[in-house]
C-alpha cells in the first residue's frame, strides 16, 4: 500500500504507474498547489505539506541555482549553519569522516561481520515497476560478482551495524536515530531515480564512488514530480535515460553533477 492512504490506493495501483500518471496529471491540470491540497484531504501527505513545499519552492525560485556545489573541509557546526543550513545550500565535506569507524568497511569486512544480517534489495530502476526481494550481505556481494543488477537500497541501519555508525556534529544529537538512517551497498552502475527528501540529507559514500545529480526546488514540473508520500517526492522523468518526447517540460531543467 502507499503510506497515508491505505485501501484507496490499491498495491496494483502503485506499481503499474497508474497513481504515478494520476498525481503528476492533477497537477497539470489544476497546478501543483491544488494537487497536493488534495493530497492532503487523501491522507496522502500530511497537512502542512503541501505549504511546506510551495513556500521552498517560492523561496528557490527567487535566488539563482549555483553552478556548483560548493566543497569545505572539516568546518565546525556554527560555519555549517552559517554558510549553508540556513539558505538550504548543498556542501561536500572533506575530511570530516576519515576516523569513523565506518570507513573501515570493506567488502571483506561486510563479509566477515555482517555477512549473515539480512536486508532489502531492489530488482528494476523503474520506481513504478520495482521488485523487492531480501537477502544477506554476504549473498548480495556474491550476486554482484556473477554480474546482477540488484541494489540493496535504503535499509534502516541493523542493530549489528549501528556500533559503527557516527552521527555528524551539525544538528541536535536528538534530531538523529537509527531508524531514519539509511544504509546503500550498490554495485557497479547501480542508482537510485530522482527524488526529493522531505527531511536534508547527510550523504557519506564510505567505498567506491557515487554520482550525485542535484536540481533546485523550484523545478518541480520540470522533472514530473509526484508525492510519494509525507517523506517524499519521486519523479517521473529520468535524467539518465531523458525521454524529451515523453517529458517535454525536462528540456529546461538544470541539474549539477556532482
Not at 45 to 73: C, H, Q, T, V, Y
Request: aromatic share 12%; glycine share 10%.
Amino acid at each position: 500500500m502507499l503510506s497515508g492512504v491505505g485501501s484507496l490506493v490499491p498495491d496494483w495501483f502503485v506499481k503499474k504507474g497508474i497513481w504515478s500518471s494520476l498525481t503528476v496529471g492533477l497537477g497539470d491540470y489544476f497546478g501543483v498547489r491544488h494537487r497536493r491540497r488534495l493530497l492532503a484531504r487523501l491522507g496522502v501527505i500530511g497537512p502542512n505539506e503541501a505549504e511546506f513545499l510551495a513556500d521552498l519552492e517560492e523561496a528557490w525560485s527567487r535566488k539563482p541555482m549555483p553552478n556548483e556545489i560548493a566543497r569545505a573541509g572539516c568546518i565546525g557546526p556554527e560555519e555549517f549553519h552559517a554558510r549553508f543550513a540556513s539558505g538550504g545550500m548543498p556542501v561536500i565535506l572533506s575530511g570530516l569522516t576519515r576516523e569513523w569507524p565506518v570507513m573501515s568497511w570493506t567488502p571483506a569486512v561486510l563479509r566477515e561481520r555482517y555477512g549473515t544480517v539480512l536486508l532489502r534489495i531492489r530488482k528494476g530502476g523503474d520506481y513504478d515497476a520495482m521488485t523487492y526481494a531480501s537477502m544477506t550481505v554476504s549473498e548480495y556481494l556474491r550476486a554482484l560478482e556473477f554480474g546482477e543488477k540488484f541494489y540493496m537500497a535504503n535499509n534502516p541501519i541493523p542493530a549489528a551495524m549501528r556500533g559503527d555508525i557516527t552521527f555528524p556534529p551539525y544538528l541536535d544529537p536528538a534530531r538523529y536515530y537509527f531508524e531514519g538512517t539509511r544504509l546503500w551497498i550498490g554495485g557497479t552502475d547501480s542508482g537510485a531515480h530522482l527524488h526529493r527528501d522531505l527531511t536534508d540529507n547527510f550523504l557519506l559514500t564510505v567505498m567506491g564512488c557515487k554520482k550525485v545529480l542535484l536540481g533546485s526546488p523550484n523545478q518541480t514540473e520540470a522533472f514530473y514530480s509526484w508525492e510519494v508520500h509525507s517523506e517524499l517526492t519521486s519523479c517521473k522523468f529520468s535524467a539518465l535515460v531523458p525521454d524529451y518526447s515523453r517529458f517535454p517540460k525536462a528540456r529546461n531543467a538544470k541539474l549539477i553533477s556532482v
